[in-house]
T-cell receptor
Framework: GAGVSQSPRYKVAKRGQDVALRCDPISGHVSLFWYQQALGQGPEFLTY????????KSGLPSDRFFAERPEGSVSTLKIQRTQQEDSAVYLC?????????????FGPGTRLTVT | AQSVTQLGSHVSVSEGALVLLRCNYSSSVPPYLFWYVQYPNQGLQLLLKYTTGATLVKGINGFEAEFKKSETSFHLTKPSAHMSDAAEYFC?????????????FGTGTRLTIIP
């Protein structure tokens, strides 16, 4: 079946612009995660949803970052007033349920470049 | 807090030789441990995981890893490298208490296979 999809795959934004990144999880997956991967680094956790509830947003780096999942399926990560340090690959992952028995399936990512 | 250290950002091995990628972790509670592989412009794919039970775990593509609590290590091995193993490998840790879903990743090891 279809995996996790993300759009756009590439986004170039001028500093100060707002951007919205979309994640379509695997159908029926309850848990959804956002990670940020800077160049040459491992992914870093941003936020986590269980259905529509945002249970952990401890990794969001500033109040310019906002994520939502209003109907418990598609999620959007919004970054306001983008800065150069926001340049990174943003990865979305979904899993069927909570718990380590359930694998997190990752999408291909959105590469954001802020100029 | 939990963290992961991957020794060696770049590892090169000859085709057919042993692959050894090192991972050490720290965690305040018993950890769950994971190895992911990332091919260029693709998302992360789970290779194997340790949650409970047998400390030697086998994964896909002939990889295996052994959880050694006394050494706080979870090194990844493969007896005979194949050209298709060239990729970036990430070790990750998660707390084992329910509700702690986020993965903490190491900085990655780029594996190069020499023909």
């Amino acid at each position: 079946g279809a995996g996790v999809s993300q759009s756009p795959r590439y986004k170039v934004a001028k500093r100060g612009q707002d951007v919205a990144l979309r994640c379509d999880p695997i159908s029926g997956h309850v848990s959804l995660f956002w990670y940020q991967q800077a160049l040459g680094q491992g992914p870093e956790f941003l936020t986590y949803f269980q259905n529509e509830a945002q249970l952990d947003k401890s990794g969001l780096p500033s109040d310019r970052f906002f994520a939502e999942r209003p109907e418990g399926s598609v999620s959007t990560l919004k970054i306001q007033r983008t800065q150069q340090e926001d340049s990174a690959v943003y990865l979305c992952a979904s899993s069927l349920q909570q718990g380590a028995s359930y694998e997190q399936y990752f999408g291909p990512g959105t590469r954001l470049t802020v100029t | 807090a939990q963290s992961v250290t991957q020794l060696g950002s770049h590892v090169s091995v000859s085709e057919g030789a042993l692959v050894l990628l090192r991972c050490n972790y720290s965690s305040s509670v018993p950890p769950y441990l994971f190895w992911y592989v990332q091919y260029p412009n693709q998302g992360l794919q789970l290779l194997l995981k340790y949650t409970t039970g047998a400390t030697l775990v086998k994964g896909i593509n002939g990889f295996e890893a052994e959880f050694k609590k006394s050494e706080t290590s979870f090194h990844l091995t493969k007896p005979s490298a194949h050209m298709s193993d060239a990729a970036e490998y990430f070790c990750a840790v998660r707390k084992s208490n329910f509700g702690n879903e986020k993965l903490t990743f190491g900085t990655g090891t780029r594996l190069t296979i020499i023909p």
